[in-house]
């Protein structure tokens, strides 16, 4: 996969890209096989779901959102791809900052319409237990009947 994205031509996804390269896998790769090995077979990319969901299993009304650690802040303390720059603080954090709000309304969204969102974050899909964690919580949703709504609200209201 010597695939060329836009992600690569910002500087800034490049300089993060730069801290977890070599054989590392897109984080989102890593959820993926970690889902596929276990025999679970998923769409990509839902683009009717509220925030686009990176992994959905409909029957079972999941959404899987892989979240890259610096760009949807990664609120965990210990989380070290989700520092801020040290400089244009006054750019990166509301940018960041809008970022997360606009998750957090994807999130009540989807969840309103009837689907269980799980975010996986990117640090986190180097941890065997996360992905294996990951796998059970799938494989115990057994799948709904009946088709999913593609009817939303709005949160909040
Ligand atoms: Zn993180």
């Known amino acids: 996969m ?13 300089a993060q890209m730069s801290k977890v390269r070599g054989r590392d896998t897109k984080p989102e790769m890593r959820a993926r096989r970690a889902l596929h090995a276990a025999g679970l077979r998923f769409r990509l990319q839902a683009r009717d779901l509220p925030g686009r969901p990176d ?16 760009w949807h802040r990664h609120g965990d303390p210990n989380c070290k791809l989700a520092r801020l720059p040290k400089t244009r603080l006054d750019f990166w954090e509301p940018k960041l900052e809008g970022n997360r709000q606009r998750d957090e309304r994807n999130i009540a969204a989807i969840t309103a319409a009837g689907w269980r969102p799980i975010v996986v974050w990117e640090c986190q899909t180097r941890d065997e237990a996360v992905l294996n964690n990951l796998v059970a919580t799938v494989k115990n949703s057994p799948p709904a009947r009946g088709a999913p709504s593609t009817n939303f609200s709005p949160p909040g209201t």
């Open 55 to 70: 992994i959905v299993f409909r029957s079972r009304r999941i959404a899987i959102f892989v979240h890259g650690c610096f």
């Open 2 to 14: 010597a695939r060329t994205t836009t992600e690569q031509v910002n500087p800034a996804r490049s």
